[in-house]
């Protein structure tokens, strides 16, 4: 199957400091990638879909000047913790969707391994 | 998308088929069942997907029940590292995002 890197795997930061998380599709390019978290014990949230040159869609609920997000090549979607908090710690997980194919094949996701943020 | 429900919990022998239901009663014409897994601590893992027919690849195979409310996800033959959060996700192609449920927690024992 396709391949998605996410960088750093973990991360502990002080808070008030941002941290960037980066997705990358290795061998495939995606138009639309997607962001969660997770809480332990949790399923996944969706926080936003990240579409290629234009601005991401954001879940309600989710603060769109704290968790910036930029997407700007077919294979690159950076996720910024801004002025991160204790309460933003969680595991932080990207997918890309594998796009421009037929039928259902397109709307398969491919997920990075996911970064654990824990903020102090 | 069309919401779906899993049991919570469920148990398999190693070596046994694993067999995961989904309930999506209200899944429209144009929707496709996903089947994701994740491991602990782990991103999750595309599995397979269906329209209507039933489908097989090399890691398990989809059932769709032919009014299609419902699936199994079969597992043929289960080991240790198939314990996981198994999760069923109905998706139109136009609609892009996935809504993850609570998943299906399969603990395979020895």
């Known amino acids: 199957g396709a391949v998605v890197s996410q960088h750093p795997s973990w991360v502990i930061c002080k808070s008030g400091t941002s941290v960037k998380i980066e997705c990358r599709s290795l061998?495939?390019?995606?138009?639309?990638m997607f962001w969660y978290r997770q809480f332990p014990k949790q399923s996944l949230m969706l926080m936003a879909t990240?579409?290629?040159?234009?601005?991401?869609?954001?879940e309600q609920g989710v603060e769109k000047d704290k968790f910036l997000i930029n997407h700007a090549s077919l294979t690159l979607s950076t996720l910024t913790v801004t002025s991160a908090h204790p309460e933003d710690s969680s595991f932080y997980i990207c997918?890309?969707?594998?796009?421009?194919?037929?039928?259902?094949?397109?709307?398969?996701?491919?997920f990075g391994a996911g970064t654990r943020l824990s903020v102090l | 998308d069309a919401k779906t429900t899993q049991p919570t919990s469920m148990d398999c022998a190693e070596g046994r088929a694993a067999n995961l239901p989904c309930n999506h009663s209200?899944?429209?014409?144009?929707?496709?069942v996903y089947w994701y897994r994740q491991i602990h601590s782990q991103g999750p893992q595309y599995i397979i997907h269906?329209?209507?027919n039933n489908e097989t690849n090399e890691m398990a195979s989809l059932i769709i029940t032919e009014d299609r409310k419902s699936s199994t996800l079969i597992l043929p033959h289960a080991t240790l590292r198939d314990t996981a959060v198994y999760y069923c996700?109905?998706?139109?192609?136009?609609?892009?995002?996935?809504?993850f449920g609570d998943g299906t927690t399969l603990t395979v024992k020895p």
């Open positions: 997918s890309a969707r594998l796009g421009g194919r037929a039928g259902g094949t397109k709307n398969i996701q491919y």
């Open positions: 061998d495939f390019q995606a138009t639309t």
């Open positions: 990240s579409n290629e040159g234009s601005k991401a869609t954001y």
């Open positions: 209200t899944i429209s014409g144009n929707e496709y």
């Open positions: 269906g329209l209507k």
């Open positions: 996700i109905v998706s139109d192609t136009n609609a892009g995002k996935s809504t």
